[in-house]
């Protein structure tokens, strides 16, 4: 594989499997430099496998890979120098506080300990934990203990950053605490591979997004490529009355002949529709059905509907056993 210099991560045929299960099967991904490319799928799906390999943690038992145009199984210390990885659980020590933890990688990394202090300042006033520097991370929100461990992910800015997972569990707040967090590191020139489940949070900061399911990559493009890709519009009501869910569900199966998409929000319904004429139909019967809505539009398909589309199951089932097989090999 010849290095493209333009690209930050390139990959071809990735494959890894753990006795009998394949939880990569086939992987190819070309991720431009400075960008946030979003790698979406359910758990199970093959991402954090996929990182692992690009990160140099694993080694591929088939394919090639590049990032920042070194082999990741013949380069692969140079990889490493180049890189972070932030994972799904915090890496930073509970019994230290904030500054302690933060200092104590920059030692690691070879700064003297005046270098570390002032690189562990500027990183707690940048992440807003100035106030809690001294509070032993044990007494830290999730919230907050996320955003250390991605300052400690940066301590010496890496080319390229891995993010598994980065939000899972964090409130509304605190999530979007993190995106602009994502968004200062790519604006700084940092590229960043960002594997996720949640669609709301690829569509916010991915340039393009590779969909995997199974192991394998089944959808990739922009945003809004991959919406268009569906082919149709979405109708989406929220109802005044949560409880009548069920009649809307019914109502909508009626008029579309299709079972509609049941939002997070108790509330919300949405399902594909041809235009605005079937739109009006499914209004219609609703309202025959007596069921009130509180507001609806028409615009197009959410990356929900668009999963749900590609891969005939919702992003939040699970899908092949990536998580069991990589414990049942460890074990």
């Known amino acids: 594989m010849r290095a493209n210099p333009a690209l930050a991560i390139e990959a071809a045929g990735l494959v890894k499997a753990f006795g009998s299960t394949r939880a990569v099967d086939g992987v190819d991904l070309n991720v431009a430099r400075g960008t946030v490319y979003g790698v979406l799928g359910p758990n199970g799906a093959g991402k954090t496998t996929t990182i692992r390999m690009l990160a140099t943690l694993l080694r591929p038992d088939e394919g090639r890979a590049r990032v920042l145009g070194h082999d990741v199984v013949d380069e692969a ?79 010496v800015t890496p ?52 969909v995997i399911d199974r192991g394998r990559v089944i959808a990739e493009g922009t945003p809004a490529e991959l919406k268009a890709s569906v082919g149709q519009g979405a109708l989406h009501v929220r109802l005044l009355d949560p409880g009548q869910r069920p009649e809307a569900e019914r109502a909508l199966l009626r008029a579309l002949d299709l079972e509609p998409h049941l939002e997070s929000d108790p509330a919300g319904l949405s399902a594909p529709v041809a ?45 092949t056993g990536e998580a069991t097989a990589i414990e049942e090999h460890a074990a």
């Open 275 to 319: 235009g605005a004429e079937q739109a009006s139909e499914a209004l219609a019967e609703l309202s025959r059905a007596g069921v009130g809505l509180a507001n609806f539009s028409l615009g197009q398909p959410s990356l929900d509907e668009v999963f749900l589309s590609l891969t005939g199951h919702p992003a939040e089932e699970p899908s």
């Open 159 to 210: 080319q390229l950053m891995f993010l598994d997972e980065p939000t899972t569990g964090l409130d509304p707040r605190s999530r979007n605490q993190v995106w602009e967090i994502v968004r200062a590191l790519v604006a700084e020139g940092t590229t960043v591979l960002l594997c996720t489940q949640y669609l709301d949070e690829a569509d916010q900061l991915a340039a393009r997004i590779a």
């Open 77 to 155: 210390d140079a990889v490493r120098a180049l890189v972070s990885l932030t994972g799904q659980l915090a890496s930073v020590d509970e019994d230290l506080t904030g500054r302690e933890n933060l200092v104590l990688v920059g030692r690691l990394l070879g700064a003297r300990r005046a270098q570390a202090k002032a690189r562990a300042a500027e990183l707690l006033e940048a992440f807003g934990l100035s106030e809690a520097a001294g509070r032993q991370v044990k007494d830290y929100s999730g919230g907050m203990r996320r955003r250390l461990d991605i300052a400690a992910s940066i301590v």
